[in-house]
Every structure is written in C-alpha cells, then in structure tokens.
C-alpha cells in the first residue's frame, strides 16, 4: 500500500466512523481529500471496493493481535478481548454497518465467511487451552458451545448494542460495561485460579 492509499483509507475510515458507510460519499471523500474525483477512482474505482479495502486492514489488524498475544491464562484472554474491543472501535463503521455490507458488498460477504470460521476455530482452541490449563472447567460439550457462541456474538455485535444504548460518541466508555460482561460469563466455569483472573482483569478496568 503506498502513501497516497494509506492517506485516502485512514480518511475515510475518519468519515465513515463519523457519518456511517452508508452516508459518505466518495465525491464528499475527494473534496475533503483535496483530489479529484477521478483520482480517487484510481486507486479506489467503487466505494464498495474502499470499504472491501478497509475491512481487509481490520481483519489483518486482528490477526496481529491474535499473533502477539497467545493465550494461556483466562487472564490473557481477557486482556487479548480489551485489545481486540479497542481495535473494534477504531474500526467501528464496519461493526455498525456490518448486515448492510453482507448484503450490498459481494467480496465482503465472501470473505467474511472464512474470516468467521477461523475467529470460531480460534476461540475454539483457547477454550481448549483455558481448560487445559486449568483456568476452567466444563460439565459438558454444550458448556463450552455456550461459551464460545457467546463471546463470538458479543464480540460481532457489542458495538451495535451500545449505540443503541447511547450515542455514538459515547461509545468508548460503553466498551468497559461490556467486557466487564465478558468476564462475568466465565464466572460458571471458572476453577479458583480462573476466577482470579477474572477479579485481577476486573480491577484493571474499573
């Protein structure tokens, strides 16, 4: 990505965080660019493909949290959710716009299938781990299932559900109710050390 790309799509995710995908345009993105229309289209011919470009720069962003930051306490994890929570909110005009996208964006949609299913498998393994280790304890398979669907769904929607809550510019001091959330969800399977991890990620965010 050169320096012209970077400087269109770290404006438009300003404006779309802004305004929502839906209501910025890319000629109100070149006038506040300072380029023509057909300059942007160069590097960009559709919104559709800024956006797909855009949702690419997230996913990759989450893989590089994922990558530095293993999992091997209930702690980790816990903290590895605070970054990825954040990440989400820089990135919060995809989370907000999400339905619309899969409907309207073709290459979005295709993506995001395999992009899915690999954030599942993943949470998959660090349940595994989490039990392996001893930060928690699982009565049957269906606990786990429950578990790991709710944090996938928590993780998709948090956004959603506190814009609904309150406004939009609010929306990072919403972010600690609903980790806090995350937590108290692992309080049922949690052994004593894991409920340890929970009131030590508790206390760090207030």
Known sequence: ????EEKII???LEIFNLKGIEYAGMRELAADLGMRIGNLTYYFP???????????TYSESNSQIHQDFPVK???DFLKMSRLLFENGLRYQCLHLSMVHLMEQ???M???YEGVRNERHAGLHRDMKILAENKYLK?????????IISSN???????????VLSEKRQNLGSQMNYYLKMKAHLFRPYATKKGLSDIELFLGEIG
């Open 73 to 75: 306490s209930l702690y």
């Open 10 to 12: 770290k404006r438009a």
């Open 152 to 162: 996938s769904i928590q993780n998709r929607f948090w956004l959603s559900e506190a």
């Open 46 to 56: 559709t919104k559709d493909d800024l956006v797909f470009r855009l949702s690419e």
């Open 105 to 107: 964006n073709p290459k």
């Open 138 to 146: 699982f009565s049957s398979d269906d606990d786990e299932l429950l």
């Open 109 to 111: 949609s295709e993506k």
């Open 1 to 4: 990505m050169n320096a012209t």
